[in-house]
Nanobody, 123 residues
Framework: QVQLVESGGGLLQAGGSLRLSCAAS????????MGWFRQAPGKEREFVAV????????YVVHSMKGRFTISRDNAKNTIYLQMNSLKPEDTAVYYC????????????????WGKGTLVTVSS
């Protein structure tokens, strides 16, 4: 059973940085794609970033590119989301997700989801 556990959320001021972590209980072919989504209050969930364990492919949505970076630690089965120059509009619950192929995550489809970690950015 795959479990994803996010951590690293918190309250900070605009302009600050934060690194989120997502640890997978196991890493298998069914979790080759892992990524991040977020859901702001009153809004729909949106895709943020994705990576592929097998190919090393990474992608961050255009609107966040340059501020957000996705990375991984193979030994820890963990992915990260480094967020810089945070804005109040980045306030959301950030979710980690996994799927067999990363393209599923690009389409908003994940097979496994974490419970989320809250990021609150004050102005």
């Amino acid at each position: 059973q795959v479990q994803l556990v996010e951590s690293g959320g918190g309250l900070l001021q605009a302009g600050g940085s934060l690194r989120l972590s997502c640890a997978a209980s196991i890493r298998t072919s069914s979790t080759n794609g892992m990524g991040w989504f977020r859901q702001a209050p009153g809004k729909e969930r949106e895709f943020v970033a994705v990576l592929s364990w097998s190919s090393g492919y990474t992608y961050v949505v255009h609107s966040m590119k340059g501020r957000f970076t996705i990375s991984r630690d193979n030994a820890k089965n963990t992915i990260y989301l480094q967020m810089n120059s945070l804005k109040p509009e980045d306030t959301a619950v950030y979710y980690c997700a996994a799927a067999q192929v990363y393209s599923d995550l690009l389409r908003g489809r994940g097979d496994y989801w974490g419970k989320g970690t809250l990021v609150t950015v004050s102005s």
